[in-house]
């Protein structure tokens, strides 16, 4: 097994391999001057079983390329075989015509990922599972819950005064699977997306939040438009505490103001993308998925159960 890692976030694969005790393969990535990625794996890789790391976090089209540019040298230099490891999967929301004439970019990333000649794709906490579906090629879903609510449950929340809060109705079974392993009551927020950046949060459907401690799960934090307006709405019903959880931390454009200006207590997000560190965010925990990446990897190299790592 010898694993790799694109430009996206060396840092996570460096902590995946130390988790393995593997040393990280030797690969060349760079530019030409017109833009154009190089790329030249620097050591044998024929007849191994190859793991390449790399999220298609921002720059989304310059690390998916790359992601494609480097599966194609490893098939090339005879890979036996070639896993994917995008623990965070860029245009999954785009998984449906919801308007006419529009595309369904998440297929077409599919379909690029599996003719580039991966064999397999390890990613985590996909916008929408079904999005499995559109590969042709295995795919492990993981889910970063186990290590958010080995975190939460450091916390000291006391179940009868905790409310799990669901941002959306798309993020409903996220939230009683939290609710499942962390106690407490579950709310659910009629949010209405009113553009790219905003959205538009109603009625909340599900238990008091008044005097409360709120979690407010999500897959992932963009803008930070639906996190801020879920924890705007949370406090204005009279929530005590407001913690957010997220897999995935975009934060792009304005988000990390945004999310300084919310009423948050606290923010926890895994590494699956690499955070810029900035000070005007509420306080901020990231928690590594690097042991749950690096024992999904073990599991498949030795052809054992990797749903089981859930159970
Ligand atoms: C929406 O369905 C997703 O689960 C996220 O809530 C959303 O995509 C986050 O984007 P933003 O931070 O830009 O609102």
């Known amino acids: 097994m010898k694993l790799f890692s694109g430009r996206a976030h060396p ?5 995946v391999c130390e988790y393995l005790g593997l040393p990280l393969g030797r690969v060349i990535a760079g530019n030409f001057p017109d833009g154009e990625i190089s790329c030249k794996i ?6 191994r079983d190859v793991f390449l790391i790399q999220p298609t976090c921002p720059p989304v ?6 992601l494609l540019i480097m599966i194609d040298s490893f098939k090339r230099a005879s890979a036996e075989r070639i896993t994917a490891v995008v623990p965070y999967f860029g245009y999954a929301r ?4 919801d308007e006419g004439r529009v595309p369904i970019t998440a297929k077409l990333i599919a379909n690029l990922i599996d003719r580039a000649g ?9 916008h929408a599972a079904q999005v499995q579906g559109f590969f042709d090629i295995p795919v492990d879903h993981l889910y970063a819950a186990p290590v958010l609510d080995e975190h939460i449950a450091t916390l000291g929340l006391d179940p009868e005064s905790l409310v799990v809060v669901s941002p959306d109705e798309g993020s409903i079974k996220r939230a009683l699977t939290h609710l499942h392993r962390l106690g407490g009551h579950l709310a659910i927020i009629d949010k209405r997306r009113t553009s790219a950046e905003h959205t538009r949060q109603q009625h909340i459907i599900g238990a008091e939040v008044e005097g409360k401690t709120v979690l407010i799960f999500d897959d992932m934090i963009s803008t930070g438009g639906s996190i801020c307006g879920a924890a705007q709405v949370m406090h204005e019903r009279g929530a005590k505490t407001i913690y957010v959880a997220a897999t995935h931390g975009i934060l792009c454009a304005s988000a990390f103001e945004r999310l300084g200006q919310a009423p948050i207590d606290g923010l926890i997000l895994t590494d699956t993308i690499p955070l810029a560190a900035k000070n005007d965010a509420p306080q901020v925990t990231v ?4 042991p749950l990446l690096g024992e999904a990897i073990k599991r498949i190299h030795r052809n054992e159960s990797v749903s089981r790592l859930f159970r």
């Not at 991966?118 to 996909?126: E, F, K, N, P, S």
């Open 94 to 97: 785009q998984d449906r015509k």
């Open 118 to 126: 991966a064999d397999r794709v390890i990613a985590m906490d996909l």
């Open 42 to 47: 620097d050591e044998d890789v024929r007849g």
């Open 61 to 66: 089209n310059e690390n998916l390329m790359e």
């Open 11 to 15: 840092a996570l694969a460096r902590r």
């Open 287 to 290: 928690l590594s998925v690097a």
